[in-house]
């Protein structure tokens, strides 16, 4: 399965934006999430998605302006960002699990920069 992440940019403070993440196929994935990585900070798990139940966790530094959704019709997983943070400045990834054949997939990354 191939992610391709699209949607990072600068932004400023306040400021939205969305994340795409597009799967070249999402009927064998049982989890979406996206995680990101700041400048020396290990990755972190920022938020996630089942496929069946459509059940989301968030961390809880982005909880109430974060939004994960998918569209599978679509193979496709978002992130609704609002009211961007200068400590929300990572690249975002994109992560899908495969828990059947106990695979995890990568995209390449999307880098957000939020400027005070």
């Known amino acids: 399965v191939l992610l391709v992440e699209s949607g990072g940019g600068l932004v400023r403070a306040g400021d939205s934006l969305r994340l795409s993440c597009l799967a070249s196929?999402?009927?064998?994935?049982?989890?979406m999430a996206w995680y990101r990585q700041a400048p020396g900070k290990q990755r972190e798990l920022v938020a996630s998605?089942?496929?069946?139940?459509?059940?989301?966790t968030y961390v809880d530094s982005v909880k109430g302006r974060f939004t994960i959704s998918r569209d599978n019709a679509k193979n496709t997983m978002y992130l609704q960002m609002n009211s961007l943070k200068p400590e929300d400045k990572a690249v975002y990834y994109c992560n899908a699990e495969d828990e059947k054949r106990w695979v995890e997939y990568w995209g390449q990354g999307t880098q957000v920069t939020v400027s005070s």
């Open positions: 998605i089942t496929s069946g139940d459509g059940r989301t």
């Open positions: 196929e999402t009927a064998s994935l049982d989890l």
